[in-house]
């Protein structure tokens, strides 16, 4: 519901205000009876079919604090579609007016897909202070860069105050560390005045480790039927299923519309096993769609390791794992992990996801045992894909959360960065990338005492099949995710943007954003699609792509350490240039890491 300056959703679950108090709904079909506890007063609630209980209170309002206990009463738990835990995932929920809030910029209506530049941020680490109001503050910085539309990292409520956020438990509430629900819709309000969308990364395929009382009430919720490397996976296909799939398109049309949102960002749906005639993702994406007013652009993209282009009919587009591996393989010489797929002719596979969508549509993975990986995708839009030399999982996945900048020379980066922010597909760019930042981005996490030794120990044990830690003391220098410090140390330096290099390198960055903005996206209104690539040596590739409108553009790169002798004839015009392709090319070399760009009309 969106009603001139106020936006709420209406829920058939939760705490719902009304004229005459609060209505109180939970579906807790395990339980045959079932009580709301309002400011520490247990009131009996009454049952309703499918396992559904509903009260309304007389007198409770905004500000009220409130759980649910079953059978003796002696456990009390949040409520699953809370919208704010101030107290966090162990305390009594939060009854929240949605109306409070009053939205300044009432003419916003998003933006087309096509000028979408991503720049993805961790609220708690994006500045000293941790908060939503001073994210509001960057909010400049990031529109003068050239970003057209800011993606946050999940915000449900995890348990503790340090967290990623892909540990939630309660998929209605913010994170209460970074301030209150009015604050997040000031900082996405500020955002649309300045024409910055907004995107959250939201997490379906599994609850954290702790604080998710749902298996205690409502067993349906989960299912040993499909496992998922969190344990049981989320009931979607079977009995019970139906009240399952509505909790999370809920939670969708919920951020869409409460929050007003410009779209989601949904996390590894490899992991959302479905045998349903209808499957899920297809339904959560017409339902969020159609859940918002018309006239109004929101984009829905995905992360999925199984490179199944199939979703895209539904979805605007899906995170390419494929370039960034490829190109870190390049820039970095590591074999290791799941890089080993990435071995054998990394630029041509590079070239390759540039121009079709995946490096992997159906060939064998060795990371994955040998099984095939992908279906073909030459025959997508260019801007069905998300591409990125950095993201939160690539820098924060390593055991030091090292920065791109820290393991390749410069020129590599620069290289990179320019094959990556003027290609067809949309650009991501995860914070302080723009400045090569000096900051590591760790995992760290606050779970309660045993369960935070475990993560620590799991952490550590990860690594262990890697060469260089292959020592269990060499491990121990791993950090702590427990430790407040591991927090602290991830946190961006935005004073260092101003020294030397860094301040050279975020120059850079805005000259490729707006290169992008004032001669790719007037092309890419008509729709680009790739056109060819060509592997011309070792590490030296070209791609093209023809844009709708008759426009032609093409990417001769060398991403080696060495000059290389090529044969090849550009056509059209310089767009950009790292090194002085150009020329070099009318005497058959392309130096060491280049990469040019040549628009003809």
Known sequence: MHVGSHSAHRMPFGAELRDDGVRFRIWAPSKTSAHV???????????????????????????????????????????????????????PSMVVDPLHYTWQTTSWSGRPWHEIVLYELHVGTFT???????????????????????????????????NWGYDGVLPFAPQCAYGTPDDLKAFIDAAHARGLCVLLDVVYNHFGPEGNYLP??????????????????????????????????????????????????????????????RPFLHELAERARAAVEPGRVVHLVLENDDNDPALLESYDAQW????????????????????????????????????????????????????????????????????????????????????????????????????????????????????????????????????????????RREFAAWPAFGDPTLRTRIPDPQDAATMRASTLDWDERAIGRLASTLDFHRALLRKRAAELMPHLAAGARGDGFTLLAETVFSVRWRFADGARLTLVANLGNEDATVSYRVEGRTLFAHGDVAAELEHGVLPRWSAGWFLAP
Not at 132 to 147: T, V
Not at 218 to 239: C, K, M, V, Y
Not at 340 to 345: A, F, G, K, L, M
């Open 320 to 459: 390419n794992d494929d370039v960034h591996h490829a190109l870190h393989a390049l820039l970095t010489g590591e074999r290791e992990g799941y890089y080993r797929d990435y071995t054998v002719q990394p630029a041509r596979l590079l070239a390759r996801a540039l121009a079709e969508g995946f490096a992997y549509q159906g060939e064998s993975s060795r990371h994955r045992g040998g099984v095939p990986r992908g279906a073909r995708s030459d025959d997508r839009p260019a801007t069905a894909f998300v591409d990125f030399l950095q993201n939160h999982d690539q820098v924060g996945n390593r055991a030091f959360g090292e920065r791109i900048a820290s393991l390749a020379p410069d020129d590599a980066v620069r290289a990179a960065s320019a094959v990556v922010l003027l290609a067809p597909a949309i650009p991501l760019l995860f914070m302080g990338q723009e400045w090569s930042a000096t900051t590591p981005f760790l995992f760290f996490s606050d779970f309660g005492p045993d369960l935070g030794a475990a993560v620590t120990e799991g952490r």
């Open 216 to 277: 205690a009430y409502a067993e349906p919720f989960f299912t040993e039927r499909h496992q998922t490397p969190w344990g049981s996976g989320i009931n979607l296909d079977g009995a019970g299923s139906a009240n399952v799939r509505e909790f999370f398109v809920q939670n969708a049309c919920y951020w869409l519309n409460e929050y007003r949102f410009d779209g989601l960002r949904l996390d590894a749906v490899h992991e959302l096993a479905d045998d349903s005639p």
């Open 128 to 162: 000293r202070e941790g908060t939503y109001a001073a994210a509001r503050g960057r909010l400049d910085d990031l529109a003068a860069l050239g970003i057209t539309a800011v993606e946050l990292m999940p915000l449900s409520q995890p348990a503790g105050t340090r």
């Open 37 to 91: 506890v309002v400011d520490g007063v247990p009131l009996a609630m009454d049952a309703r079919t499918e396992g559904w209980f509903e009260r309304v209170v007389a007198g409770a309002q905004a500000g009220t604090r409130y759980a649910f206990a079953f059978g003796g009463l002696d456990v009390h738990v949040p409520d699953p579609a809370s919208r704010f835990q101030p107290d966090g995932v162990h305390a």
